[in-house]
């Protein structure tokens, strides 16, 4: 390509052609082209020219694009990383009036924001940027930042936080989470795994009117059910809960609820209690579940039955053929 026809394209008179030629990539612009191309009339076209890597800018023109007047240059600048911005520049950045180019500042990781900043951040009126600032971990957290995350009025926000494992919450922020009207962040609390939760919350979360919350708590095991609390879930219309509870095997069944258990209406819940491995289940028992209707169920009690042989097998190598 000829640097004639480079020229002439780039100096049409038409905004159109210029554009097509600041977004070609197939020649490298002279720094008389830049120059030009960056104080274009035309916002599209000092875009694009924004947009390109294949120059170096100087000072004066990182300047001058983060101040242009239209954000969609201002966000093309911000969005460069080959150069180091200023305190000014990054304080200016995160105060612009458009919320996409201050999304893009919050996202730079390239400079330490200072309290002030953060505390903004989060209190910004566009969630999308609250959001960027809730998920930023280069900052030391203090009391009242993480407050003001638990708190936050916007749910999507809570739920970031509530997922973050840099801060130990504390038992009024616990019991709040788990009371918080909002699925996603009860459901985020529950998973927590950082802390030792007390009767309230457990009790709380077993009893949540969301499916989708009450398996997380059924499912941890830093806490000891109480009879009441096995019982109720063994018996719950639910058969996800059912199933949840004769998976855990941290308390000992009774008798009782084995055998209802064993004749539950559906295959996952009957599969759960015979898949347990703290039980020990009679030859008639096994037979009676090898001859099942249910596919599933009659897989489970096959895996049983080969466990059994396979044990079978390991204690006479070991006692009756024991290697020499």
């Not at 875009?47 to 023109?61: C, G, I, L």
């Not at 330490?112 to 971990?137: I, Y």
């Not at 609820?257 to 703290?278: P, T």
């Amino acid at each position: 390509m000829h640097a004639q026809d480079v020229d002439i394209g780039l100096s049409s008179a038409n905004k159109k052609v210029r554009l097509q030629w600041a977004e070609r990539k197939d020649f490298t612009p002279t720094k008389k082209h830049v120059k030009r191309g960056l104080l274009d009339e035309c916002w599209q076209v000092r875009r694009a020219w924004a947009q390109r890597m294949d120059f170096t800018p100087t000072k004066e023109q990182v300047e001058r694009g983060l101040l242009d007047e239209s954000w969609q240059v201002r966000r093309a600048w911000a969005q460069r990383m080959d150069f180091t911005p200023t305190k000014r520049q990054v304080g200016r950045g995160l105060l612009d009036s458009y919320k996409k180019v201050r999304m893009v500042w919050a996202e730079r990781m390239d400079y330490t924001p200072t309290l002030k900043q953060v505390k903004r951040g989060m209190l910004d009126k566009a969630l999308e940027v609250a959001e960027v600032w809730a998920k930023r971990a280069d900052f030391p957290l203090t009391d009242e930042i993480v407050e003001m995350g638990l708190t936050h009025e916007h749910k999507s926000i809570r739920r970031i936080w509530a997922e973050r494992t840099d801060f130990t919450p504390t038992i009024e922020q616990i019991e709040r989470g788990v009371l918080d009207i909002s699925m996603k962040v009860r459901r985020a609390w529950a998973m927590r795994m950082d802390f030792t939760p007390t009767l309230l919350p457990i009790a709380l979360g077993l009893s949540d009117l969301c499916w989708e919350v009450k398996e997380k708590w059924i499912q941890r095991m830093d806490f000891t059910p109480t009879p009441e609390q096995i019982e109720r879930g063994l018996s719950s219309d639910d058969w996800w809960e059912r199933e949840a509870w004769a998976k855990r095997t941290d308390y000992t069944p009774t008798p009782e609820q084995i055998e209802r258990g064993l004749r539950d209406s559906f295959e996952y819940v009957v599969s759960a209690w015979v898949e347990r491995d703290d039980m020990v289940w009679t030859e008639a028992q096994i037979q009676k579940g090898l001859k099942s209707r249910i596919q599933e169920v009659r897989w489970a009690w096959e895996s049983v039955l080969r466990r059994q042989n396979e044990q079978s097998v390991d204690f006479l190598e070991e006692t009756v053929f024991p290697s020499i």
